[in-house]
């Protein structure tokens, strides 16, 4: 894996969360167009009643960016 300097994790667990999750996923990139990615995992873990997906996302941020 690259040098990453930041990290984002966004998880989601009830059904509509993660239908969406793509979509909150999405307008967070387009929300911070100063980043590189410079790498990502998926998770998912479940039990009788719940399933979690996690997406974390490893990158690199400019040291003049606000985030």
């Keep these: ?7 984002k ?3 989601a ?10 979509e909150v996923i999405t307008r ?5 167009p100063d980043i590189d990615i410079v790498d990502k995992d998926v998770k998912q873990s ?3 009643e719940y399933h ?3 997406v974390i ?4 941020k400019s ?3 606000n985030e």
Excluded: H
């Excluded at 894996?1 to 990290?7: E, G, I, W, Y």
């Design 52 to 54: 979690c997906v996690t």
């Design 9 to 11: 994790v966004f998880t």
């Design 46 to 48: 479940s039990d009788n």
């Design 13 to 22: 667990t009830k059904a509509k969360e993660r239908e969406e999750l793509g």
């Design 63 to 65: 040291p003049l960016s």
């Design 1 to 7: 894996m690259s040098l990453f300097n930041a990290v």
């Design 57 to 60: 996302i490893f990158y690199r």
């Design 28 to 32: 967070w990139l387009n929300a911070n």
